[in-house]
Every structure is written in C-alpha cells, then in structure tokens.
C-alpha cells in the first residue's frame, strides 16, 4: 500500500514563506510522477503543481505561479513545495499526491494517490 506524508504546514502572516514535504514509502515517489493538490474550506480539491518523474517538467496552477517552487529528490524519494509569499487565499490543507505514470497532470482526478494532508493558514 502507497503511504504519502506531509510536513511543513502552520500558520503565517501574509507575505511569508513555508516550505512543505512529501515522504514516500518504498520507491513510490522515485518512479512516478508527483504533485501537490489543496482543498480549502467548502471547495473541491485543486491542482497546485506537478513535476515529472525525471524533474525535468513543472506545472503549477495560474494562481501559485512564480510564488511557488516544486521540486523532488527521487534519491531519498521525498519532494518539496516552496510557497513564497502567501496570500490568504492559500489558506487551505494541502496534499501530496502521485500519480502511477512518469509523466505529469494538472488534473486532480489523474492523481492516484495521495497522503492526509497538512494544513496551511495564512492571516493577512
């Protein structure tokens, strides 16, 4: 069974920065490619970013792009989501999430996988 864990949530004044990590169990997270999904409040689950399994393409959402980074490290089969200045509106719990094939999506619906979930709370 595939186990995702997040780390790295809290809550930030907006404008500051947080950087969240994926765990995965085996070498699910090295072969596959990856992406990080939220879900505030009363909304559906979107799509924030995804990398491919190489790391050599990046997607992210309209409204996170160049405030938000991904990267992975498929040697300790772990990635990152760098959030640079928040925004309320990030305010949300955030999940790691992997998809069994090596190329990326921007579809929540495509992901296959995915952990609990760490929060984040940005207050302006």
């Known amino acids: 069974q595939v186990q995702l864990v997040e780390s790295g949530g809290g809550s930030v004044q907006a404008g500051d920065s947080l950087r969240l990590s994926c765990a995965g169990s085996?070498?699910?997270?090295?072969?596959?490619?990856l992406g990080w999904l939220r879900q505030g409040t009363g909304r559906n689950r979107d799509f924030v970013a995804s990398?491919?399994?190489?790391?050599?393409?990046?997607k992210f959402a309209d409204s996170v792009k160049g405030r938000f980074t991904i990267g992975r490290d498929n040697a300790k089969n772990t990635m990152y989501l760098q959030m640079n200045d928040l925004k309320p509106e990030d305010t949300a719990m955030y999940y790691c999430?992997?998809?069994?094939?090596?190329?990326?999506?921007?579809?929540?619906?495509?992901?296959?996988?995915w952990g609990r979930g760490t929060q984040v709370t940005v207050f302006s």
């Open positions: 990398i491919s399994q190489g790391g050599e393409i990046s």
């Open positions: 085996g070498q699910t997270l090295s072969r596959n490619a």
């Open positions: 999430a992997v998809r069994i094939a090596r190329y990326y999506t921007t579809d929540p619906s495509r992901f296959d996988y």
